[in-house]
């Protein structure tokens, strides 16, 4: 019985750190699109401008045109790594959360990743570049994977604890005194 009050106990409060989520979400959103905005500063090129709305990023070209828009919008990334972290059994809370950070930190990263990779495709479209590029590829397996990176990350962060543990090593109730044998004597 104890084990079916863990369980409800573990899903209210993961429903409820979810609910909580969503709803704080929207007041992060535009703190994480400034600080996403003050990383790409350095990736613009020449005439190109980004601005920041509350909820997106747009780069706009030398003509105005808005070439790129990113919408952050949605928690899906976040949410789904946050709920994945919740579910993981076996493991202990400031390991949890320790790896959520960690896999927060690197969805920051791709989010960069991408929206440096959409400055660089829309350049190559808008001026006929190369419409076959390998960053044009990786930009495709970026934006298909928004959601199986989560995942991927979570697995990589947490398969040990989806393993058997290791028995421990059989420990004897008493040790024997060892009596060594008499010699003969000659």
Do not use: C
């Not at 104890?2 to 899903?11: A, D, F, H, K, W």
């Not at 994945?84 to 809370?93: E, S």
């Not at 298909?144 to 058997?164: C, E, K, Q, Y």
């Amino acid at each position: 019985m104890n084990t079916v009050r863990t369980l409800l106990l573990s899903i209210t409060v993961g429903t409820l750190i979810l609910i909580g989520w969503g709803i704080l979400w929207p007041y992060f959103v535009s703190s994480y699109v400034k600080f996403l905005l003050l990383l790409l500063q350095p990736f613009a090129t020449d005439g190109t401008t980004l601005q920041v709305t509350p909820s997106e990023i747009i780069v706009y070209d030398h003509k105005g045109t808005a070439i790129v828009r990113k919408n952050l919008s949605s928690l899906n990334e976040f949410g789904l790594l946050l709920a994945l972290f919740l579910a993981t059994p076996a493991m202990l809370l400031s390991q949890r959360i320790r790896r959520l950070l960690l896999a927060l930190g690197i969805q920051v990263l791709l989010h960069l990743v991408e929206i440096v990779l959409l400055i660089w495709i829309a350049y190559e479209f808008y001026f006929g570049i190369n419409k076959q590029s390998f960053a044009y590829w990786l930009l495709n397996l970026l934006m298909a994977g928004n959601l199986i990176f989560p995942i991927l990350l979570w697995t990589l962060l947490t398969f040990r604890s989806w393993l058997p543990k290791p028995a421990a090593p059989a420990v004897p109730s008493s040790p024997q005194p060892q009596r060594h044998p008499k010699e003969a004597r000659p």
